[in-house]
């Protein structure tokens, strides 16, 4: 605690840099108190190693000796490089804590009343932080926790909700902290199933759905990036447009028939494209049919050719029983996509 008041909080000036292993343990010692006075239940370990899975697409190794794993919610999310790092606007990592619980590295002023709890420390600010700017032959004064112990209150009651209902929801399958989670942590929501793929909980992904009915957006749930650079392509978004209530589904048909294109996917063969090309089509196709009577909206007129034809018999049709059937009454007929 002492070393991190005396560094102070300047993200500009280095208030940051000598954070290490020792920081982030002693966070976790508060953390897990916090999580304990709020209800939450530890999962026994094969329950918790098999969430971190699904959820993040990480494999946990009991017999590592490294008790934490780094997660990046974002287009970083393949670096699994282990860096000991606080939270900060350019460092949002998640640490996985191995059978216990999720945390963002936050340094303690930002998850414990500091003055309160330990005021002898109040000592350790007493004195300004000047850097010496060598450019301009000025001294700076660099911001220090007591600056902002207004903003600061804020801060730490939102972090300590944010650990409380991430880890609710995630290992001990919360409603309502999933509520709370969509009103107050919105972009951590979206990233298990924008940049994880995370697609087992219907509720989530339909959230998730209606706030990114748009192409840029609306492609990312559908297929996910793996690590090995290969796409999975996410057929619950249709179980869940197919499941959803009337207006919901009036929506979602309105917009995949203003789509104008297929999904565009990076540096895929032409038969990595046929595929993904064939399952959207497929499903989307399945979908109109779901709710539509009289001619069927398609989405195969594009892949009416004998290329395509050819892929599909090789691979089986991909091993859906009735793909074969509904290419071929409507490859060549049905409204299709816009030229």
């Known amino acids: 605690?002492?070393?991190?008041?005396?560094?102070?909080?300047?993200?500009?000036?280095?208030?940051?840099?000598?954070?290490?292993?020792?920081?982030?343990?002693?966070?976790?010692?508060?953390?897990?108190?916090?999580?304990?006075?709020?209800?939450?239940?530890?999962?026994?370990?094969?329950?918790?190693?098999?969430?971190?899975?699904?959820?993040?697409?990480?494999?946990?190794?009991?017999?590592?000796?490294?008790?934490?794993?780094?997660?990046?919610?974002n287009e970083n999310k393949c670096d699994k490089s282990l860096i000991y790092y606080p939270y900060t606007a350019d460092a949002q990592y998640l640490y996985v804590v191995k059978g216990?619980?999720?945390?963002?590295?936050y340094p303690l002023p930002t998850v414990i009343d500091y003055l309160k709890l330990f005021p002898d420390v109040a000592k350790f600010e007493k004195e300004d932080i000047l850097i010496e700017d060598k450019i301009e032959n000025i001294q700076t004064r660099a911001s220090q926790w007591k600056d902002d112990l207004k903003y600061?209150?804020?801060?730490?009651?939102?972090?300590?909700?944010?650990?409380?209902?991430r880890n609710k929801y995630l290992f001990n399958d919360s409603k309502a902290s999933l509520v709370w989670l969509k009103f107050h942590d919105e972009y951590f929501l979206e990233s298990l199933v924008k940049v994880f793929g995370y697609v087992g909980d219907k509720d989530l992904l339909k959230w998730v759905l209606d706030r990114n009915l748009n192409e840029e957006e609306f492609t990312k749930l559908l297929f996910t990036k793996t690590c090995d650079n290969k796409y999975i392509f996410n057929k619950?978004?249709?179980?869940?447009?197919?499941?959803?209530?009337?207006?919901?589904?009036?929506?979602?048909?309105?917009?995949?028939?203003?789509?104008?294109?297929?999904?565009?996917l990076d540096d895929l063969s032409f038969r990595d494209a046929a595929k993904i090309n064939a399952l959207y089509c497929y499903y989307a196709t399945?979908?109109?049919?779901?709710?539509?009577?009289?001619?069927?909206?398609?989405?195969?007129?594009?892949?009416?050719?004998?290329k395509f034809e050819e892929e599909f018999k090789k691979n089986n049709y991909y091993n859906l029983p009735d793909f074969k059937g509904l290419y071929d009454d409507t490859k060549s007929g049905g409204i299709g996509l816009p030229e």
């Open 286 to 306: 399945k979908f109109t049919a779901s709710i539509e009577r009289g001619d069927v909206y398609t989405f195969f007129p594009k892949l009416n050719d004998p």
């Open 100 to 105: 216990k619980f999720v945390t963002n590295f």
């Open 1 to 73: 605690m002492i070393k991190q008041v005396e560094a102070g909080n300047d993200e500009v000036y280095g208030g940051f840099q000598d954070y290490d292993k020792s920081d982030l343990d002693a966070l976790i010692i508060v953390a897990e108190s916090i999580l304990k006075s709020n209800g939450y239940k530890n999962p026994d370990n094969n329950k918790f190693n098999d969430i971190v899975k699904k959820v993040f697409v990480r494999i946990i190794d009991n017999h590592s000796t490294n008790e934490y794993l780094k997660i990046e919610i």
């Open 236 to 264: 619950e978004i249709f179980e869940v447009m197919t499941q959803a209530d009337v207006k919901s589904q009036e929506n979602y048909l309105l917009f995949l028939r203003g789509r104008t294109d297929f999904p565009k």
């Open 152 to 165: 600061l209150s804020e801060t730490r009651e939102n972090n300590i909700q944010t650990l409380v209902n």
